[in-house]
């Protein structure tokens, strides 16, 4: 299958710095880059869709301004949290689906940020 | 609403068979999806239904039923490296991905 990388894949920083969080997809085109967060024992809740070129579509109660994403490229996203806090500690997966096909969604490994 | 329900945990054993339920209620149709989680780790993807039957992989399988808004992953020959959380998707008419909140599945020897 196609292979996403994201890295860091874990990163521990101070409360008010920033963090950013990069998505790869290795060998295919990814038109839409998709950022989840998800909490212990809880499902992947989607943050925002990004699709190459344009602006991410941010799901409702999520920060704009506090997680900002920039999908460059055909293979390149970045999420950015920004003034980082405590209660964004969290695990953040992103996944890539490729030109073409609209069905599998390929993830990265995760990055697991705490905030101290 | 969009609402996706399965098992919040089940337990097997080893060897044996399990079977795994979904049931969804969204806004579309395009696929469902079944993915496995490993804790600390990002989903993988299992296997992936649009029609109406059984789809075959190895030691995994997946049911659709469309008109139920009914898919069940069934595992066989349990091993101890199955023990995950197995999260159940459906893509919605605008190609969003839809999750279900994951069965948390403990294999015993």
Redesign the interface.
Known sequence: ?AVVS?HPSWVICKSGTSVKIECRSLDFQATTM?WYRQFP????M?MA?SNEGSKATYEQGVEKDKFLINHASLTLSTLTVTSAHPEDSS?Y?CSARSVGR?????????T?LTVV | GQNIDQPTEMTATEGAIVQINCTYQTSGF??L?WYQQHA??????LS?N?LDGLEEKGRFSSFLSRSKGYSYLLLKELQMKDSASY?CAV?DSN???I????T?LIIKP
């Open positions: 299958g994201q998709f024992k809880q499902s992947l989607l869709t695990f997966i609209d069905t599998e969604a390929f993830f990265g490994q995760g697991r | 395009n696929g999806f600390g780790e990002a989903p993988t993807f992936y649009v999260l893509m190609y969003q991905l999750w279900g909140a994951g948390k």
